[in-house]
Each structure stands twice: as C-alpha cells, then as structure tokens.
C-alpha cells in the first residue's frame, strides 16, 4: 500500500510533490546529492550547506586520526525504516555507513590518501574510491544527513494534503550544524501503521546514481594514463604494423588492477582527473525521473494530463466551489509544471503573515521557460491566485497578486480564472503593472489552461514554454 492509498489522498504519483512509496517496502530510486546541488532553491541550498558541513566533519576526524569521532559521526546513519527508497525485497531497510558499516567503512577512509590529502572533498565522491559504497548506501546516507529539512518538507507536505500527523515523535539523528553533532527532537510525523513516515521530494531522486566508477575508471582515468604512457614510452606502449603507437585500456586495467582500490591509488596520483569528472557531471546533471517513468516504477496507470484538465473545468463557477476549483487546478499544475515548479505550499503567509497568497511553488527549473525567467527575473517562488469567478478579474485581483512580490520571494505570479472576455484588456492592465514595476503577473483561464495541456505530450518536460512565454513576451516587449 502506498502513502496516497493509506491517506486516500484520490491522486496520483504526478499529482503529488513527494514520491508516493510503498509502506510495506522500498521503492527503488535514490536520493541524488548532485540533483539537490542542481535545483538552486532555498530548500535545496539548506541541504547542501548540510552535506558539506557533516562530511567536512568526517574528513577532519579522518586528517586528524580521531577514529572515536569518526565511528560516531558514521555510526549515526543508520536509516530507521522511514524513508522507504532504495532496494528491499521485503521489508524496509536501509544500507547508509550505519552501526554494521561504520567500522569497515572507517578502515577504507582511515587508509586513504585521497582523504587524509583532500582530494575525496564531497559525500558522493566515496561511490568512487570507497570499496562497497553505491548509490543506494549514498542516498541512504544522504537522507539522514538532511533529515531535518526532509521532516519540515513532511510536515509541509502533510498539511498541504491533508495527511494527519502524530505529535510527540523521536526525529532520530539530525545533523546540527550549529551543535557539530546528531540531535535528536520530539517532533510531528506521520506514523502510518505505527511508524515514523519521512517524505522525499520526487525533484531530488534518481533511478541510478550520478557518480559511477566504472564510468569514470573507463573514460577518464584510462584515457589520462594513455596519454602518460605513450608520453613515457612504457612497457606498456604496443607499435602497430602501421607503426602507430597504442596503449590499450585492457592493458592498464591489468597492470593497476579494476577495483575501486585501483581507482582510488590512480585518483591520488591524478586529482585533477576527479576534479573534471566532478564539473562535467555538474554541468550536465541528470534530469529528474519524469512521472510516466514513475507510473512505470510504481506499476500504476499514468496519468492523463487532459483528464485533469476534465476535471477541473467540471468544476462549477462561483465563490461556493473555489476551493474544489483551486486543488483541481493545482494538481494540473503540479503534473504539468513538474519539475520546473515543486514545493507546492497552500494559503502561505508571506510578510510576517500579514499577507496570504493561494498557493506558491519553488522555481527548480533547469531548463525551459522558468529557468530563464529565474536567470533574468527575480523569481525563486512563483505564486499562484486562484479566482473561480463567472466574471472578468479586474484590477483589484491583479493587485491583490502583486501585493504578494517582494524583492527577495520574487516578482512573478499566476492568476487563473475561468474566463477572460476582453483579453486586450487584462494584457494592458498587467503590461501597466509591470511597466509600473509592480511585479509581472500572467492571467490564464480554462481556455488557456487547455491549450497549454494540448501543446505537450503527457508528461512534457517543458509543458511551461509555448503559451506561457507568449503571455510574458506581451508584458515586457
């Protein structure tokens, strides 16, 4: 049974930000580091910050020689069921450096020069030098190390749709950057079944992970000593009847070895060939899993971006059906606009709570239309107005929208009604606004909502281009 069957929470995987798990097992997709460095949100960057300073602590106890300290910084990642990723053929379970590892894996680390010299510097980079770390132990440790923005993302995400939550819960082990140290807190969880629930955003997981070491070993380490060796015109340098020279990557491999050991050494004696493989891999992430891929994970039905279209036009006009129009609409955003906005927060306050938008999502675009509004625009949040009117939205809706911008949150919104009359004169009133710099603002109704469900296929990664550009474009040229 997965969290929207337990919850009867009526969606599916692509109408929720979080991923829709199995309780009774794990779902086999993996927390990402290099997905979380990629997204460039407030959220994300509590994570990195997070990342960084555990695994700094780690190297430092390694440099330093303090076993005692390393034993317990590792010894503290042991997951408790409650992530439900990765591979389990029955019960949850995790595989981060947990009390069973911590001391196998503190020997490879105490024993490595990549360590103690600075070359090994990021979370991920163990998956290639550490024997026996991969993805899966990566991303379980990845989740431990973030827990505590992962149990505030829960609680948003409980509150958002519903899920009713337990008070009084043991978070477990929380890296405190402030203390140095795991902290633990009585907090509020879901406990579906009687056990601690923490949901993972969908945006930061991955079918595999990023850093593999065969890749790397393959396709950069070897080239790179193929190159010194024809340089130094090694034993290992074969002439062809044509008189080329050659070294071949089977020879090497067979001459230092293949495993992770081997890899380690050379990376020691080449560090700048693990800083290329990091940028490369930095500037070309890996996009995150689409939700047709998920349907297919999770064995369900895809869904069908034009039946929540369906869905939330059937819904009636007026101020009586706003809130039934407002989550029909925005669990076609959410499909549609994922993975460009995520993060979905209901009624946020903003101001101090002086003030009340809709709905705001995070803008962890990429690439598309969103990605180059957060590149020329300020626009870390989009916000979202809802407004189930039979009429025309006029100038005080508009102004209620960018009553809702600021400097820092950002300065673009949404305002979806049902219907627009005289579109030339909401172009005008919302060029005048953003004329006058009170933020921009774009007016979709039922028709437009249509025509940006048409203009993709189910599942588009870029849904957000076509008409929205086209809206923007009349409101600055």
């Known amino acids: 049974m997965r969290v929207s069957q ?16 199995p309780l009774d097992t794990d779902l086999p997709v993996f927390v990402e580091p290099t997905a979380i460095r990629a997204m460039d949100t407030p959220w994300s960057s509590e994570c990195v910050a997070l990342l960084q300073n555990f695994f700094s602590n780690v190297l430092t106890a390694v440099q330093k020689g303090d076993k005692a ?29 947990g009390k069973g590892s911590a001391g196998s894996v503190w020997e490879s680390l105490l024993t490595s020069k990549a360590a103690k010299s600075g070359v090994l510097s990021d979370l991920e980079d163990t998956a290639l030098l550490i024997e026996g770390v991969g993805a899966d132990m990566i991303s379980d440790a990845v989740c431990n190390i973030i827990r505590a923005p992962l149990i505030e993302y829960t609680q948003d995400m409980c509150r958002y749709y519903g899920i009713p939550m337990v ?11 402030q203390a140095q140290n795991w902290v633990a807190r009585h907090i509020e969880l879901p406990m579906p079944k009687g ?17 593999d070491a065969g890749t790397y070993y393959r396709h950069y380490l070897l080239p790179e000593l193929q190159k010194q060796h024809l340089a130094s015109g090694s034993g290992l340098v074969e002439v062809l009847k044509s008189k080329k020279r050659r070294v071949t990557k089977t020879a090497l491999m067979k001459h230092y070895g293949k495993d992770k050991n081997a890899v380690a050494k050379l990376t020691e004696d080449n560090p700048d060939i693990l800083a290329k493989y990091k940028k490369a891999k930095s500037a070309d992430p890996s996009p995150p899993i689409s939700n047709s891929t998920f349907a297919e994970i999770e064995n369900v039905a895809n869904v069908q971006l034009y039946d929540l279209y369906k869905k939330a036009v059937a819904v009636p006009p007026g101020r009586a059906h ?22 979905p927060v209901r009624q946020a306050p903003i101001n101090q709570g002086r003030k009340i938008v809709d709905l705001r999502f995070s803008n962890s675009a990429t690439a598309g239309f969103f990605s180059w509004l957060s590149k020329h625009y300020t626009a870390p949040y989009v916000f979202v107005e809802f407004k189930n009117y039979t009429e025309d939205v006029k100038n005080p809706e508009l102004d209620q929208l960018s009553g809702r911008f600021s400097k820092s949150g950002g300065q673009v919104g949404i305002l979806i009604c049902r219907a627009v009359s005289d579109r030339k ?8 606004a953003a004329k006058d710099g009170r933020g921009y603002m774009i007016v ?14 189910a599942m588009h990664y870029d849904a957000s281009r076509t008409i929205l550009n086209e809206r923007f474009d009349r409101l600055v040229l």
């Open 6 to 21: 337990q919850y009867k929470l009526k969606r599916k995987q692509a109408e929720l930000d979080f991923v829709d798990v």
């Open 444 to 457: 979709l109704d039922d028709a437009d909502l249509e025509t940006l469900v048409k203009s993709t296929t």
């Open 195 to 211: 056990e601690s629930l923490v949901l993972v955003p969908k945006s930061i997981v991955r079918l595999a992970g990023a850093y």
């Open 69 to 97: 300290r390393a034993v317990s910084l590792l010894g503290s990642l042991n997951e408790r069921n409650d992530f439900h990723l990765g591979y389990s053929s029955g019960k949850s379970r995790g595989h981060a450096f």
């Open 322 to 343: 706003a809130h039934d129009y407002e989550r029909a609409v925005e669990g076609l955003l959410s499909a549609l606009l994922y993975p460009s906005l995520i993060h």
């Open 425 to 432: 004169k909401i172009d005008a009133m919302c060029r005048d």
């Open 167 to 177: 008070a009084n819960v043991s978070s477990g082990p929380c890296w405190d950057m």
